[in-house]
């Protein structure tokens, strides 16, 4: 069965632009996760998603990152005028169920550089 | 602040030696911890994990051992292969209602043939 995939693989952009990330989870997983990863740093989450909400959405650095689910399905991770400090691979992952046990499965990420 | 955090950036072994994994956290509330495995460009992959009620797991050549009373945790390879280089991160489950998981900066193995 397909894993979860996330498109673009790499993008690179001005700062000041708009950037959509779009992740696809594995098909029944109702738990979306995204993440980041800077440049020699862990994996530093953004925001959760059970279904089509998104109860907790603690990590997103600013009010320039917003993120939806629709159909309980793909999400679209959008950042707003882009800063050099943005660049870094962002990780969706998915989950059959909203535990700590619950495994996650991870994208291979989108590779984002802010020129 | 950083609750969880792997102090050796990298490590080195030997093909067929064992590898050992640490970290450490802060947080006493974390009750699920994981080791993700990580090829460079490809997303982490799931490897082993360990509910805060118990003190070890085990899974063919991996093992994760649980010292609460320390707050640490290490993951341990043997015997170790090369296909093992990797980079491994340690994660905690801070709210078992999310899932929301809280990563370390990662350990760089390398096992030499």
């Known amino acids: 069965g397909a894993g979860v995939s996330q498109s673009p693989s790499n993008k690179v952009t001005e700062k000041g632009k708009d950037v959509e990330l779009r992740c696809d989870p594995i098909?029944?997983?109702?738990?979306l996760y995204w993440y980041r990863q800077s440049l020699g740093q862990g994996l530093e989450f953004l925001i959760y998603?059970?279904?089509?909400?998104?109860?907790?959405k603690s990590g997103l650095p600013s009010d320039r990152f917003s993120a939806e689910r629709t159909g309980g399905s793909v999400s679209t991770l959008t950042i707003q005028r882009t800063q050099q400090e943005d660049s870094a691979v962002y990780l969706c992952?998915?989950?059959?169920?909203?535990?700590?046990?619950?495994?996650?499965?991870f994208g291979p990420g989108t590779r984002l550089l802010v020129l | 602040d950083q609750q969880v955090k792997q102090n050796s950036p990298s490590l080195s072994v030997q093909e067929g030696r064992i590898s050992i994994l640490n970290c450490d956290y802060t947080?006493?509330?974390?009750?699920?911890f994981l080791w993700y495995k990580k090829y460079p460009a490809e997303g982490p992959t799931f490897l082993i994990s360990?509910?805060?009620?118990?003190d070890k797991n085990e899974d063919g050549r991996f093992t994760v051992f649980l010292n609460k009373s320390a707050k640490h945790l290490s993951l341990h390879i043997v015997p170790s292969q090369p296909g093992d280089s990797a980079v491994y991160f340690c994660?905690?489950?801070?709210?078992?209602?999310?899932?929301?998981?809280?990563f370390g900066q990662g350990t760089t193995l390398q096992v030499k043939p």
């Open positions: 992952a998915s989950s059959l169920r909203t535990s700590g046990s619950g495994t996650q499965y």
């Open positions: 098909s029944g997983h109702t738990a």
């Open positions: 998603f059970q279904g089509n909400s998104a109860p907790d």
């Open positions: 947080n006493s509330m974390f009750d699920y």
């Open positions: 360990i509910s805060s009620i118990k």
């Open positions: 994660a905690a489950s801070e709210n078992s209602n999310t899932g929301k998981l809280i």
